[in-house]
Nanobody, 122 residues
Framework: QVQLVESGGGLVQAGGSLRLSCAASGRSMYTMGWFRQAPGKEREFVAAIRWSGDDTYYADSVKGRFTISRDNTKNTVYLQMNSLKPEDTAVYYC?????????????????WGQGTQVTVSS
């Protein structure tokens, strides 16, 4: 079993930066992803990273602004968010996907954190 705890959310002005962290317990050999859900909207994929850290994937809306990374020694995944926009405002969730999980890596994950709020003011 894996427990995920997000941190680093908060209030930031448009154009600013935040770095989210996700600390994982248990086994760490998972694909890790970040998702977000804005008020009145469905959950959407933001970014993902393989266990090796060599392969990363991004939603078009954040590509070039957000960077996902991981430190397997610390069992921690990060989401560096730069040039933040008001439309980035959402609850951000960390998720873990088993190596043999079925379905799309853009949406099908086995474990989820409880989220951290990111608010970008205009």
């Amino acid at each position: 079993q894996v427990q995920l705890v997000e941190s680093g959310g908060g209030l930031v002005q448009a154009g600013g930066s935040l770095r989210l962290s996700c600390a994982a317990s248990g086994r760490s050999m998972y694909t890790m992803g970040w998702f977000r859900q804005a008020p009145g909207k469905e959950r959407e994929f933001v970014a993902a990273i393989r266990w090796s850290g060599d392969d990363t994937y991004y939603a078009d809306s954040v590509k070039g602004r957000f960077t996902i990374s991981r430190d397997n020694t610390k069992n921690t995944v990060y989401l560096q968010m730069n040039s933040l926009k008001p439309e980035d405002t959402a609850v951000y969730y960390c998720a873990a996907r088993a190596w043999n999980a079925k379905g799309s890596m853009y949406g099908e994950y086995d474990y989820w954190g409880q989220g951290t709020q990111v608010t970008v003011s205009s």
